[in-house]
């Protein structure tokens, strides 16, 4: 089945160029685009695409806060989003917002396809460009013990439960024990989610 994709871009010319060399893919679907903020919230409800790729510099409502909309309402929709800035606040506030991936401009379509495919499968994607001295440093008063912060780091970093128990010389069942303990801790429910949160607290390399 297709990845339906809709792109919310302002400029006229980035946006259909971007729309015409993502429906080349053979996987991928173009279904709609926006050139403003609550374009691309009625597009996002009239449309449900899997995945919408979103320029954090909407006018009127710019990408933080159509993803803290679409967010509020439960939206099934992956956010991706797409900037010039790969900067610390700007990363974190999209993540914080609901996006579930962040391309920089510059990046290869190569790599926006990549992206648009991962955060379709429910997996966090950041722009090789955006280093771990960009992203949000720790923050004190983690409510994770020291051994739930190893696993959560390990976790985030893409690794499986035996191989993070071979690393930290416990079991894959402690492992799963402990996954299920900082979910519950954290109120999350997803690898991904665990992800975004690891990124925040600068547990995680990526």
Known sequence: MAIRV???????MVRELLATLLAREPDFQVVGEAASGREALELAERLSPDVLVLDIGLPDLDGVKVARTLRKKASPVKLLALSVHAERHFVRQMLDAGADGYVVKSSALRELVQAIR??????????????????PAGEEGAPLASRERQVLALLADGKRSSDIGRELHISPATVEAHRRNIMRKLGLHTVAELTKYAIRKGLTSL
């Open 118 to 135: 991962a955060v379709a499968m429910g997996k966090l994607y950041l722009s090789p460009e955006i280093t771990r001295e960009a992203l």
């Open 6 to 12: 809709a792109i919310a871009e302002d400029q006229r």
